[in-house]
């Protein structure tokens, strides 16, 4: 079973191992490979299979007006790295100590504080330390001072491009989930609490649940997708909308979904969405008796593809 082991100043090492080092933000196909080929070449050599990743993207901390939109939360980002098989997690809280490391300071005072590394596996264009300045380069001489091989790992490539988070967020930020779906392995997921909206759904006869979303969560282009909710454990096929309702000009609510054959008080509870396909654009229909049907229609062609 993998251990999640949050770095602390003063630890005891973990011992030997060989280490994938990366911010990890999607758990990507690319990731994934990654972790894969840490883990076998741990196994070769008897060492440990270690992780090493952050609680955060650094980019939340060194320009947080900047930051790209966040794929994974890192509960998720830990579940999907544990199922990669390493033996232990290291997360790393990035903060502004953290930031501000030189990048031959942050691999004395974290990397080698934390483990005795016989290899370290990262991303062939990994940067880091303070202001990215630490290179493949720069980790490979220190590797050789300090006793340890550096293994830069290719991209994995699909549809003859290499699979990196900023083209994810973009197949997102375009609604394209099936593009997603193909670059991270798995349906792009969005948690979100639901709080009070309008009541508009119970009165139509079909329950909407409007999600508070973490900021910054990557959320879909605006529009109707069909996908799954889960709930407590039990996952239930859902219609998706995400952005303003045209229909509601005045309404404050971004994400809602409607869980079909859901029955039950949701309000403060925790929605874990996952995004299969985009069924079609938002658009206004003041007619109520439309907008009904528009919506039951949405909810018949739930079913017809996810059952």
Not at 8 to 18: D, H, K, N, Q, R
Not at 49 to 54: E, K, L, P, Y
Not at 127 to 146: C, I, K, P, Q, W
């Amino acid at each position: 079973m993998t251990r999640v082991v949050t770095f602390e100043p003063g630890m005891p090492p973990l011992g030997a191992a060989v280490c994938a080092i990366g911010v990890f933000d999607g758990v990507h196909l690319g990731h994934q490979a990654l972790i894969a080929d840490t883990v076998a070449r741990a196994r070769d050599t008897g060492a440990t299979a270690a992780v090493v990743t952050f609680d955060r993207d650094p980019e939340l901390v060194v320009s947080p007006d900047g930051a790209p939109p966040q794929l994974l939360v890192l509960a998720d980002k830990l579940r999907y790295i544990r199922e990669c098989g390493p033996d232990v997690v290291l997360v790393v809280p990035f903060d502004a100590h953290v930031a501000a490391l030189a990048p031959e300071r942050f691999l004395s005072e974290v990397l080698l504080a934390a483990l005795v590394p016989i290899a370290a596996v990262v991303g062939h264009d990994f940067r880091f330390g303070r202001f990215a300045s630490g290179t493949v380069e720069t980790l490979d001489r220190y590797g050789t001072d300090h006793g340890f091989a550096v293994v830069p790992h290719e991209l994995v490539e699909v549809d003859g491009e290499p699979v990196t988070s900023t083209r994810i967020r973009a197949a997102v930020a375009a609604g394209d989930m099936d593009l997603a779906t193909r670059l991270l392995g798995r349906e792009h997921i969005v948690h979100g609490r639901v709080v009070r909206g309008r009541g508009i759904g119970h009165e139509l006869g079909v329950p909407t649940a409007n999600l508070s979303a973490p900021p910054a969560t990557a959320l879909p282009a605006s529009g109707v997708y069909a996908g799954y909710a889960e709930v407590d454990g039990v996952t239930y096929p859902a219609a998706i909308s995400v952005g303003h309702p045209p229909s509601f000009p005045d309404a404050n609510d971004e994400l809602e979904t409607h869980l079909v054959d859901f029955e039950g008080d949701l309000y403060g509870r925790e929605v874990v969405v996952r995004f299969v396909t985009r069924l079609r654009d938002l658009r206004r229909i003041d007619d109520t008796a439309e907008l009904a049907r528009a919506i039951a229609a949405d909810v018949a062609e739930v079913r017809d593809l996810l059952g």
